[in-house]
């Protein structure tokens, strides 16, 4: 198989765009459509300052990566979960990529700050790890971006993570979740700092492929949490629908963005109702729609109920 | 295995429910969830005349089956599509079957009426044989109804039907179809018959077991022009959704449907639009939306184009 744009030795086949690409073209390829993505949806400008969420995966240091190549100002910031081996590795990967690289990056332990690791805070509060695991890491994302003053903050989800994101969110008609699902959430007066998703036009396997290229050296395995998880099951299935139709992952997940905003013209989103009621939370001063913001409800919760040494 | 109900030998186990029955007790539960659907979503009355379109398969036989045990007054409509062998089984199992029970049963025969059978349709209009029956048949049920005076028509979908059909429609953000998913379309004075579903609250195989339970006698296999179809596709995949959490193939399709009647509040559905745009076909008499009605279009096109003697 020959590079459709240089006839050099292809490494990857794109049937949804009925192309293959070598190694420099699909390096371009994927820079190309993180640029696309950040222009034409307005995610951020070569002046502003990006706070990147790095896991040590493929996606969010492939991010990084793209985002220096394009000659955009990016940091990382890495949470710290404690979970075990798997959160040793893959600190271990975000440390050697940054440092080799030049690259400032900030690190909030949980086993430091909230007293625990993700895995015990969840048995504390006797909710799904995952779950608890998502509302502590969107908390860190933009407390650390607002308080440091960083534009914007960028994560590296991509078309795979989105399209299965939304499959999840239609299979239940989850109308809040389905409002929230933009590749951009705005910033707030109220403490949001403005999120975006640089990668969502590119699939899971086209990135894995730029980080072989490119020789980053990433953490291979999964989080060992996210086993069985429903988003692994939806995107086998989407897998499948692909390998049976190239470009259905694109058409479900681009449809719905489409949609999502013809039907704005007409009402308001979720996010401007949210916007209305947000106010600080009185306990750490983030914005929150409840009384007390899911954080602090979780780490009193913790304090409570558990026996370990929880700090607020 | 036990019936839940009466502690006979269960036949069928319904995770999604948290149950099994005994033959007895299937049945029960089959006549209770159409008849549900009959009066929930007001359907029809045991003054109406329905009209069932009859494929000679377990759903469409087992609705008639199950309106004459709930005490409605219910005949039988078969559009026999000249498919070689299928249609000689099928249409020989819905004259058994109406026959033995003394139903009522109108015939319309492609090969007499349009002059050739629907695969050699297709071909002369260079369409997908699927898509030229939908229309074909649609025209028919709708245009018998009508003239011969019938108050609703039914047909057998299932709600695995629904839901698959759900699935391609929102993989592909079909929203025109979306608009026309509920389980009842109403009449319009333009000419459409109202449109009803009583099986959409039964899963397939609930349906399945209900025939073999019945002692119906229906044809087993698929059209042999459906090999390879999305539908089946999607049907695969919501089962192995369904297999990992008893209950998605409900909450997604029910879930739909109170979406979409929360949605009609605040603005006019693609129906009532429709129905602003409905006149009368010049050819035919039929309503539609388009200057000529889309089953005038193909006739009119296969006449043209082919070489066989169409009828109009």
Redesign the interface.
Known sequence: MRCRKCRERAVLEIPRHHTAFCKTCLTDFVCAQAERAITEEKMFAKADHVLVAVSGGKDSLSLLDILHKLGYQADAFYVDLGIGEYSRQSRAKVEQFTKARGVALHIHELKEDEGAGINELADLVHRPTCSVCGTLKRYHFNRTAVELGYHVLATGHNLDDEASRLLGN????Q?EYLDKQGPVLPASMEGFAKKVKPLFRLAEREIAAYAIVNRIDYIVEECPNSKGA?ML?YKD?LN??ES??PG?KQ??YW??L??QEADAK??PSMTDNDQAVLHPCPTCGQPTTAETCSYCKLMARAKKDGPAPVRM
């Open positions: 239609v299979l239940h008609w109308t429903k099951l299935i499948r629908l049976e139709s259905t058409a479900f449809g719905f489409a949609k007409t009402r």
